[in-house]
């Protein structure tokens, strides 16, 4: 129904305008100056002292007045009314016509009734620099730039000025981000000089969407065509750009923190619209910032934030460094890049067995790393900070190898695999010790002192309540849900190892209770746990409490002929040399005890280039790996498995060709497994 009314009144409206082009009875010029011809009023469509005659054998309307000199605005009106009027460029309800008369003069008015088009002479009507009108844009920024509300005609703080160069007017309005819509309107008249979209009188608003920072648009507004344009730049560089920062004095400067020295000018690359300068920088730690136009009024730090903090550069090695940074009204990154061949070693106590350096962990100092690959063998140690460092060697594969101190335990490998490629490389290396953590063993929870602990602690219905809940096993496999504390100490003191699972629960029972009564921070504690899992030697004590306890709901009885005895037995031995305060991971560097170092050895550098090989590593980013060369077609399994055993990432496909991922990781220790035909390697991975 909607549509057919709207056909309808389609066809009325051309019926009316086809009628009034060919049959209009009466033409009216009303405009500013008819009061001065004897009209009643200004504006009036019905005044006869503005009416034009109809000529038949020109088929054109035409009317002579003496206009008064002035600005004077008119429209067309048909048949004594507004119902039907044309404006300029005889568009139909069109704008007012603008008619400058310098002095009084007899004006000769035609009007064309099929195009609808107004002559005028022998002056010509039309825009005349000798009568501007207030060009404001009217739109919803306008109380962004201080005017009493949006969308209003008469507010100059966003008004446009006549260009007599130009024969525009114009004007650069500071507008912050967003999404605004705007108009033209001339001396706040909305009815009669209201522009839109392509100039189109009363037609739909312009939009504008401002991407960043306080931004300068430039408005153009085109008179003649009503059309108005924007345009601003993002792009617009400074004069100069200078590195300044605590290493200036070290590459010639006078001293440091200059933002006018020329030594550490960066150059404008417009291909790239990048500023970019390559520096020799020594070893060390090294802060810098971003300045502009040599002086401090305006200058960029960390995040690209104006007056931000300074930016960290932590070199092992003597390096050329290559700093890039992008200016734009929005934007102002800097980054570096190293692009002297290097690996660097970090040497920490990794107090939570992660792998990766954490905030207020040790650093390890003495201890001696050997890179071996392209026929190089090179020996360092680490300095007070833990760090050394390998330099100016060529592309490839290598191999970085710890002497782990005596005394101390890799807490995940000690040798890594190194990519080198016109860049540095980072490695981290963490040792740990073990001791006592605060269990309570089993001799404890079934003497009268665990009784009593219990019994003091108010605990021991809820502790019984757990244990009940956890799968543990009798000797014969099935469930043990102990209601009493005698019941729990006899099936304790009971414990052996024909069914393992009975075993391996007692142990189980004994941690859960030290956990239960605080002696043991399950959480933030960690034991040696060597063969249990396959992504490293340690394990938080919650999670092999609840992995064992999953283990036990499915296995009832494990026996010595089967084949999941060898690692029950794992687990049962786990928890024993825990319960008896032997291998907790120490929160600090230890002194004087010894424990057995692990090593686990890796391939020969070589081989690994047959199987796998990742870069970079460790990554802020991506990783990509590279199954194999291209001798090799057979097709490869990839799997990626986070510190929890929880696999997040699985390609299948051929060998020959890169495979990108780990840019969702979140930063910690991954364990990448390749299987290839009968071959398979694992390798870790670290997400910074």
């Given at each position: 129904?909607?549509?057919q009314?709207?056909?309808?009144?389609?066809i009325?409206f051309?019926?009316l305008?086809?009628?009034?082009?060919?049959?209009?009875?009466k033409?009216v010029?009303?405009?500013?100056?008819?009061?001065?011809?004897?009209?009643s009023g200004?504006?009036?469509?019905d005044?006869?002292?503005?009416?034009?005659?109809?000529n038949?054998s020109?088929?054109?309307?035409?009317?002579?007045f003496?206009?008064?000199a002035?600005?004077?605005?008119?429209?067309?009106?048909?048949d004594?009314?507004w119902d039907?009027?044309?404006?300029?460029?005889?568009?139909?309800?069109?704008?007012n016509?603008?008619?400058?008369?310098?002095?009084?003069?007899l004006?000769?008015?035609t009007y064309d009734?099929?195009t609808?088009?107004?002559?005028t002479?022998?002056i010509?009507?039309?825009?005349?620099?000798s009568?501007?009108?207030?060009v404001v844009?009217?739109?919803?920024?306008?109380?962004e730039?201080?005017?009493s509300s949006?969308?209003?005609?008469?507010?100059t703080?966003?008004?446009?000025?006549?260009?007599p160069?130009?024969?525009?007017?114009?004007?650069d309005?500071s507008i912050?981000?967003?999404?605004y819509?705007y108009?033209?309107?001339?001396?706040?008249?909305w009815?009669?000089n209201?522009?839109?979209?392509d100039?189109?009188?009363?037609?739909?608003?312009?939009?504008?969407?401002i991407?960043?920072?306080?931004?300068?648009?430039h408005f153009t507004?085109?008179?003649l065509?009503?059309?108005v344009?924007?345009?601003y730049?993002?792009?617009?560089?400074?004069?100069t750009?200078?590195?300044?920062g605590?290493f200036?004095?070290?590459?010639?400067?006078s001293g440091?923190?200059?933002?006018?020295?020329g030594n550490t000018r960066?150059?404008?690359d417009?291909?790239?619209?990048?500023?970019?300068d390559?520096l020799?920088?020594?070893?060390?730690h090294?802060?810098?910032?971003?300045?502009?136009?040599n002086s401090?009024?305006e200058?960029?730090?960390?995040?690209?934030?104006?007056d931000?903090?300074?930016?960290p550069?932590?070199l092992?090695?003597?390096?050329?460094?290559v700093?890039t940074?992008?200016?734009s009204?929005?934007?102002?990154?800097?980054?570096?890049?190293?692009i002297?061949?290097?690996?660097?070693?970090n040497?920490?106590y990794d107090a939570?067995?992660n792998?990766?350096?954490?905030?207020g962990?040790?650093?390890?100092?003495?201890?001696?790393?050997?890179?071996?690959?392209?026929?190089?063998t090179?020996?360092q140690t680490?300095?007070?900070?833990?760090?050394?460092?390998?330099?100016?060697i060529?592309?490839?594969?290598?191999?970085?190898k710890e002497?782990?101190?005596?005394g101390?335990?890799?807490?995940?490998?000690d040798?890594?695999?190194v990519?080198?490629f016109?860049s540095n490389?980072?490695?981290?290396?963490?040792?740990?010790?073990?001791?006592?953590?605060?269990?309570?063993?089993?001799g404890f929870?079934?003497?009268k002192?665990g009784?009593?602990?219990l019994?003091?602690?108010g605990k021991l219905?809820d502790?019984?309540?757990w244990?009940r809940y956890?799968?543990?096993?009798?000797a014969d496999?099935?469930?043990?849900?102990?209601y009493?504390?005698?019941q729990?100490?006899?099936?304790?003191?009971g414990?052996?190892s024909?069914?393992?699972?009975y075993?391996?629960?007692?142990q189980?029972?004994?941690?859960?209770?030290?956990?239960?009564l605080g002696?043991?921070d399950?959480?933030?504690?960690?034991?040696y746990?060597p063969?249990?899992?396959?992504?490293g030697?340690?394990m938080?004590?919650?999670?092999l409490?609840?992995?064992t306890?999953?283990?036990l709901w499915?296995?009832?009885?494990?026996d010595?002929?089967?084949?999941?005895?060898?690692?029950?037995?794992?687990l049962?031995?786990?928890?024993d040399?825990a319960?008896?305060?032997?291998?907790f991971v120490?929160p600090h560097?230890?002194?004087g005890?010894?424990?057995?170092?692990?090593?686990?050895?890796?391939?020969?550098v070589?081989?690994i280039?047959?199987?796998a090989?990742?870069?970079?590593?460790p990554s802020?980013?991506?990783f990509?790996?590279?199954?194999?060369?291209?001798?090799?077609?057979e097709?490869?399994?990839?799997?990626?498995y986070?510190?929890n055993?929880q696999?997040?990432?699985?390609?299948?496909?051929?060998?020959?060709?890169?495979?990108?991922?780990g840019?969702?990781?979140i930063?910690?220790?991954?364990?990448v497994?390749?299987?290839?035909?009968d071959?398979?390697t694992?390798?870790?991975l670290?997400?910074?």
């Amino acid at each position: 129904m909607t549509s057919q009314m709207h056909f309808m009144g389609f066809i009325f409206f051309s019926i009316l305008f086809l009628n009034h082009s060919l049959a209009q009875t009466k033409v009216v010029i009303p405009g500013t100056f008819q009061s001065e011809l004897g009209c009643s009023g200004d504006w009036m469509p019905d005044c006869d002292n503005t009416a034009l005659t109809y000529n038949s054998s020109t088929g054109l309307w035409t009317g002579s007045f003496i206009i008064p000199a002035g600005c004077h605005q008119y429209k067309v009106a048909i048949d004594g009314s507004w119902d039907v009027n044309y404006g300029e460029n005889g568009i139909l309800f069109g704008a007012n016509i603008n008619l400058y008369v310098a002095a009084e003069t007899l004006i000769t008015f035609t009007y064309d009734p099929e195009t609808h088009l107004v002559t005028t002479s022998p002056i010509a009507s039309g825009f005349s620099s000798s009568c501007l009108p207030q060009v404001v844009l009217a739109g919803s920024f306008q109380d962004e730039l201080g005017c009493s509300s949006d969308w209003d005609a008469n507010c100059t703080n966003t008004a446009l000025y006549y260009v007599p160069g130009t024969g525009q007017f114009e004007n650069d309005l500071s507008i912050p981000p967003g999404y605004y819509e705007y108009r033209a309107i001339l001396n706040n008249d909305w009815s009669g000089n209201n522009f839109g979209v392509d100039g189109i009188p009363n037609g739909g608003n312009y939009s504008i969407y401002i991407p960043c920072n306080t931004t300068k648009v430039h408005f153009t507004y085109n008179p003649l065509t009503h059309v108005v344009t924007s345009s601003y730049n993002l792009n617009s560089q400074p004069n100069t750009v200078v590195i300044a920062g605590s290493f200036q004095s070290e590459v010639g400067c006078s001293g440091d923190w200059q933002p006018d020295c020329g030594n550490t000018r960066m150059t404008y690359d417009p291909i790239y619209g990048t500023w970019v300068d390559t520096l020799y920088i020594p070893a060390g730690h090294w802060e810098y910032k971003i300045t502009v136009n040599n002086s401090w009024n305006e200058n960029y730090g960390l995040y690209g934030e104006r007056d931000g903090a300074n930016i960290p550069l932590d070199l092992c090695y003597s390096a050329k460094v290559v700093f890039t940074y992008y200016h734009s009204d929005c934007y102002h990154y800097a980054y570096t890049q190293v692009i002297t061949n290097g690996v660097c070693v970090n040497k920490f106590y990794d107090a939570n067995v992660n792998g990766y350096p954490d905030y207020g962990e040790e650093p390890m100092g003495g201890v001696a790393f050997t890179l071996t690959g392209n026929g190089i063998t090179q020996t360092q140690t680490t300095g007070s900070d833990g760090k050394a460092a390998f330099s100016n060697i060529p592309d490839g594969i290598y191999v970085v190898k710890e002497n782990v101190p005596s005394g101390y335990y890799s807490s995940l490998i000690d040798s890594q695999y190194v990519y080198v490629f016109s860049s540095n490389a980072t490695v981290n290396f963490g040792n740990v010790c073990i001791g006592a953590g605060g269990a309570k063993g089993m001799g404890f929870w079934t003497s009268k002192n665990g009784e009593g602990a219990l019994n003091n602690s108010g605990k021991l219905e809820d502790a019984l309540w757990w244990l009940r809940y956890l799968g543990l096993r009798n000797a014969d496999g099935t469930d043990f849900d102990p209601y009493t504390y005698a019941q729990l100490r006899t099936w304790m003191m009971g414990a052996n190892s024909k069914n393992m699972t009975y075993m391996l629960s007692a142990q189980l029972a004994a941690m859960f209770l030290s956990m239960e009564l605080g002696y043991v921070d399950g959480y933030n504690s960690y034991i040696y746990t060597p063969g249990c899992s396959w992504w490293g030697n340690f394990m938080n004590v919650y999670n092999l409490v609840w992995t064992t306890n999953y283990y036990l709901w499915y296995r009832t009885t494990v026996d010595g002929k089967d084949p999941d005895r060898n690692y029950l037995d794992c687990l049962k031995t786990a928890f024993d040399n825990a319960n008896n305060n032997l291998t907790f991971v120490q929160p600090h560097p230890c002194t004087g005890a010894v424990t057995k170092s692990e090593s686990k050895q890796l391939p020969e550098v070589n081989s690994i280039g047959v199987e796998a090989k990742v870069w970079p590593n460790p990554s802020n980013n991506y990783f990509t790996l590279r199954a194999a060369y291209n001798r090799n077609n057979e097709g490869v399994l990839i799997k990626v498995y986070n510190a929890n055993g929880q696999q997040v990432y699985t390609a299948n496909g051929s060998s020959n060709k890169d495979y990108r991922f780990g840019d969702r990781f979140i930063p910690g220790i991954y364990m990448v497994e390749v299987e290839q035909g009968d071959n398979r390697t694992t390798f870790k991975l670290i997400k910074q």
